[in-house]
Nanobody, 115 residues
Framework: QVQLVESGGGLVQPGGSLRLSCAAS????????GAWYRQAPGKQRELVAA???????NYADSVKGRFTISRDDAEYTVYLQMNSLKPEDTAVYYC?????????WGKGTLVTVSS
């Protein structure tokens, strides 16, 4: 059985940075597209960024130029570098990876941007 574990969330001041990690473990045969979603209180879950196995990326307009998604296939890990954080970035961040051709979700990590 495969699983995803996120880490790196926490409390940060506006303008600060955080780096989220999403590590996959278990019997992994294929490590496909990885993505980060977020869900703020009272709002729907939204796609933040995605990276394909070919390293193509796409971003939500709200994070372009501030967030960078990357992957390390040797470590089965997807990262999200978040810079110039704003209070409106506050949310639970979830990673989503196509593992063994099936969609897998992490349990989420809370990011709070506040002074």
């Amino acid at each position: 059985q495969v699983q995803l574990v996120e880490s790196g969330g926490g409390l940060v001041q506006p303008g600060g940075s955080l780096r989220l990690s999403c590590a996959a473990s278990g019997m992994i045969f294929s490590f496909g597209t990885g993505a980060w979603y977020r869900q703020a209180p009272g709002k729907q879950r939204e796609l933040v960024a995605a990276v394909t196995s070919g390293a193509s990326t796409n971003y939500a307009d709200s994070v372009k130029g501030r967030f960078t998604i990357s992957r390390d296939d040797a470590e089965y890990t997807v990262y999200l570098q978040m810079n110039s954080l704003k209070p409106e970035d506050t949310a639970v961040y979830y990673c989503n990876v196509i593992l063994n051709r099936k969609e897998s979700w992490g349990k989420g990590t809370l990011v709070t941007v506040s002074s």
